[in-house]
């Protein structure tokens, strides 16, 4: 191992935990009462008394946002080489898009529950709606941004629209549609979340929920502490699928690898 890549292992670490230390010093200089901030070692301490009833949750959690992801990224992914393909489609759909998902999930959420009733529906719904618009905008983008000039001399060698799609717009969307799967799988957890406690009776959402009611803040930052750590898993994965299908696109810096700035 390199010196560079033991600092970009290290790096993260040692911030993570100087942050940690400098919350706890805080909590214990101005005796912030536990309900208001516990600290962390509260925090890991509920995590630990509680980890029989907090892993099925989290697990549920996890295994939720994964469909609405997955299904985000089929939807996203179509309706995006739709848009960037077809001025057409990208005129009809395109303030729809911009409507929709200026409206907060949050709203959508009793209006699933009418619909589908209260539990793992109205979560995956929700993953999904959060998940799938930057995706498709980062799709559209990258097709869209097709050089005229390189699609004319395509044409002129006899390329129809679609060869230029599946063989030149597609492949240049690549680093753009990694991109918003950082971005998509935070939200998409997000929107399972605020789901889950909102209307369900499983889930890190609903563990929160029900803690947050009986005052046992400690183990609402524990579930707070597993979310994070899930996030933080599926974006290393997005990342390390970035780098493994397009990783022609993403730069060398210690930006790029981490931030996705391909």
Same mark, same amino acid.
């Given at each position: 191992?390199?010196?560079?890549? @033991?600092?970009?292992?290290?790096t993260?670490v040692v ?5 940690f230390? =400098?919350?706890e010093?805080?909590?214990?200089? %101005?005796?912030?009462?536990? %309900?208001?901030?516990? !600290?962390?070692?509260?925090a890991?301490?509920?995590?630990i ?5 907090i892993w +099925?949750?989290?697990?549920h959690?996890l ?14 992914m179509?309706?995006g080489?739709a ?15 911009i $409507?929709?998902n200026?409206? +907060?999930?949050?709203? =959508?959420?009793?209006?699933?529950? =009418?619909?589908f009733?209260?539990?793992t ?7 999904f @709606? ?7 905008v980062?799709?559209?983008?990258g097709i869209?941004?097709v050089?005229p000039?390189?699609s004319d001399v ?6 129809s629209?679609?060869d230029?799609? !599946?063989?030149?717009g597609?492949?240049?969307?690549m ?7 950082k ?7 997000v929107?399972?979340?605020v789901s ?12 929160m929920l ?8 400690? @183990?609402?930052f524990?579930? @707070?502490?597993?979310?994070a750590?899930?996030?933080?898993i ?9 780098? !493994? %299908?397009?990783?022609?696109a993403? !730069?060398?810096s210690?930006? $790029?690898g981490?931030?996705? $700035?391909g």
């Amino acid at each position: 191992m390199t010196r560079v890549q @033991l600092r970009k292992q290290l790096t993260p670490v040692v911030s993570t935990l100087a942050l940690f230390v =400098l919350w706890e010093a805080a909590c214990q200089a %101005f005796r912030i009462p536990t %309900f208001i901030l516990p !600290r962390p070692t509260e925090a890991l301490a509920a995590l630990i008394d509680n980890w029989a009833g907090i892993w +099925p949750n989290a697990l549920h959690t996890l295994i939720t946002t994964l469909i609405g992801f997955g299904g985000a990224v089929a939807v996203g992914m179509l309706l995006g080489i739709a848009v960037g393909t077809s001025a057409l489609v990208y005129d009809a759909i395109n303030p729809l898009l911009i $409507g929709f998902n200026a409206i +907060p999930k949050v709203a =959508l959420v009793p209006i699933l529950v =009418l619909w589908f009733g209260i539990g793992t529906v109205p979560a995956v719904i929700t993953a999904f @709606l959060t998940a799938f618009f930057p995706i498709v905008v980062n799709v559209a983008t990258g097709i869209a941004t097709v050089e005229p000039e390189l699609s004319d001399v395509l044409r002129s060698l006899g390329a129809s629209k679609t060869d230029i799609v !599946r063989k030149v717009g597609i492949p240049r969307s690549m680093p753009y549609f990694f991109a918003s799967l950082k971005i998509a799988i935070a939200l998409a957890f997000v929107g399972a979340v605020v789901s889950e406690s909102i209307a369900s009776n499983v889930g890190i959402g609903y563990l929160m929920l029900s803690a947050s009611a009986t005052f046992r803040i400690p @183990l609402v930052f524990a579930g @707070l502490l597993v979310i994070a750590l899930m996030g933080i898993i599926m974006y290393l994965a997005a990342a390390r699928l970035e780098r !493994r %299908f397009a990783s022609w696109a993403t !730069r060398g810096s210690e930006i $790029g690898g981490y931030m996705g $700035g391909g």
